[in-house]
T-cell receptor, first 114, second 113 residues
Framework: ETGVTQTPRHLVMGMTNKKSLKCEQH?????MYWYKQSAKKPLELMFV???????ENNSVPSRFSPECPNSSHLFLHLHTLQPEDSALYLCASSQDRQGDWEQYFGPGTRLTVT | RKEVEQDPGPFNVPEGATVAFNCTYS??????FFWYRQDCRKEPKLLMS???SGNEDGRFTAQLNRASQYISLLIRDSKLSDSATYLCVVTRFLRSNDYKLSFGAGTTVTVRA
């Protein structure tokens, strides 16, 4: 596989469930990102990892917990979510965490919280 | 005020027409600018970077106006395949090795036969 992959592609979970989203990049990039995309709203940057170190956390509720075990893998652990957390969650990677590098996005996980 | 704002559209144009739209940014310290394209139910993909002198890639032309703090995208000879949402992306240097990346909500373009 090439590029950025995400699993699962679709997820329906109850508010009391615990689930994890997985992202893998095959591009040899050093930076990885989690975004939330809600309808008609801009992409919201949630977390940034550079060389496996979290460098940015944009005031995301603690019910979202990221994990970056190595430079190719990124997880988003979910627990006790709310219905307003239903959205498309996109993972992206870039060569480095600098503003002028192209971001390569995965296909996203469409999450529905019931 | 939002850091990046776009006219959501939709811009409905016939094939072959020219369509243009802008994206305004609020922080004059913004330094890198991009247009991404997002097809329906797909992920965003880089369309083109926007350089200070303006740049062209085939039928697509991007311009940067720093004085008025906006970037523009012009699509000539529109094709059906140009139908998508175009996302404006702006980056700003914060401090050593730290950037703020801001996305617009997107401008939807629909090209009809």
């Amino acid at each position: 596989e090439t590029g950025v992959t995400q699993t699962p592609r679709h997820l329906v979970m109850g508010m009391t469930n615990k689930k994890s989203l997985k992202c893998e990049q095959h591009l040899g990039h050093n930076a990885m990102y989690w975004y939330k995309q809600s309808a008609k709203k801009p992409l919201e940057l949630m977390f940034v990892y550079s060389l496996e170190e979290r460098v940015e956390n944009n005031s995301v509720p603690s019910r979202f917990s990221p994990e970056c075990p190595n430079s190719s893998h990124l997880f988003l652990h979910l627990h006790t979510l709310q219905p307003e957390d239903s959205a498309l969650y996109l993972c992206a990677s870039s060569q480095d965490r600098q503003g002028d590098w192209e971001q390569y996005f995965g296909p996203g996980t469409r999450l529905t919280v019931t | 005020r939002k850091e990046v704002e776009q006219d959501p559209g939709p811009f409905n144009v016939p094939e072959g027409a020219t369509v243009a739209f802008n994206c305004t940014y609020s922080n004059s310290a913004s330094q890198s600018f991009f247009w991404y394209r997002q097809d329906c139910r797909k992920e965003p993909k880089l369309l083109m970077s926007v350089y200070s002198s303006g740049n062209e890639d085939g039928r697509f032309t991007a311009q940067l106006n720093r004085a008025s703090q906006y970037i523009s995208l012009l699509i000539r000879d529109s094709k059906l395949s140009d139908s998508a949402t175009y996302l404006c992306v702006v980056t700003r240097f914060l401090r050593s090795n730290d950037y703020k990346l801001s996305f617009g909500a997107g401008t939807t373009v629909t090209v009809r036969a």
